[in-house]
């Protein structure tokens, strides 16, 4: 947990830096979600009920800590420290502990001959990553 620390100030910088060139709607939104990963959202939720994609970063996973995914509906209650990105009417849920570790990142949902998943595609914040796609190395 001490890495967390390291993190402190980041996003505010990040949101300055961001201001400066005119990119602060995209570095506001927290955690980023493309249109596939919207579009696979929307599908689940039309079929299912509505739809909210939680993730979390847990310790553990090949690189040290590992990306945890899951569905819950929309209607479930929120914690306080719970951040909710919306796009495109798609939810992700991302607690605050994870969110040091999500932000900036952008989520997909990836479809491959073997597996199709949601998955973290970009995080400035990860430093090298495991070929399974859900665990990475912090900076």
């Given at each position: 947990?001490?890495?967390?620390?390291?993190?402190?100030?980041?996003?505010?910088?990040?949101?300055?830096?961001?201001?400066?060139?005119?990119?602060?709607?995209?570095?506001?939104?927290?955690?980023?979600?493309?249109?596939?990963?919207?579009?696979?959202?929307?599908?689940?939720?039309?079929?299912?009920?509505?739809?909210?994609?939680r993730i979390a970063v847990d310790s553990g996973g090949c690189s040290?800590?590992?990306?945890?995914?899951?569905?819950?509906?929309?209607?479930?209650?929120?914690?306080?420290?719970?951040?909710?990105?919306?796009?495109?009417?798609?939810?992700?849920?991302?607690?605050?502990?994870?969110?040091?570790?999500?932000?900036?990142?952008?989520?997909?949902?990836?479809?491959?001959?073997?597996?199709?998943?949601?998955?973290?595609?970009?995080n400035p914040n990860s430093e090298a990553s495991c070929g399974c796609?859900?665990?990475?190395?912090?900076?």
């Amino acid at each position: 947990m001490m890495m967390l620390g390291r993190f402190g100030g980041g996003a505010t910088r990040a949101l300055a830096w961001a201001g400066r060139r005119g990119l602060s709607s995209a570095v506001e939104s927290g955690v980023h979600i493309t249109p596939g990963c919207a579009d696979r959202l929307k599908s689940l939720s039309s079929r299912e009920g509505a739809k909210a994609l939680r993730i979390a970063v847990d310790s553990g996973g090949c690189s040290g800590f590992q990306y945890t995914f899951k569905l819950e509906p929309l209607e479930t209650p929120r914690g306080p420290k719970d951040r909710v990105f919306e796009q495109d009417g798609a939810s992700i849920v991302v607690d605050a502990l994870s969110l040091e570790y999500l932000q900036g990142a952008t989520v997909d949902y990836v479809q491959e001959m073997v597996k199709s998943s949601f998955e973290v595609v970009d995080n400035p914040n990860s430093e090298a990553s495991c070929g399974c796609g859900t665990s990475f190395s912090p900076k």
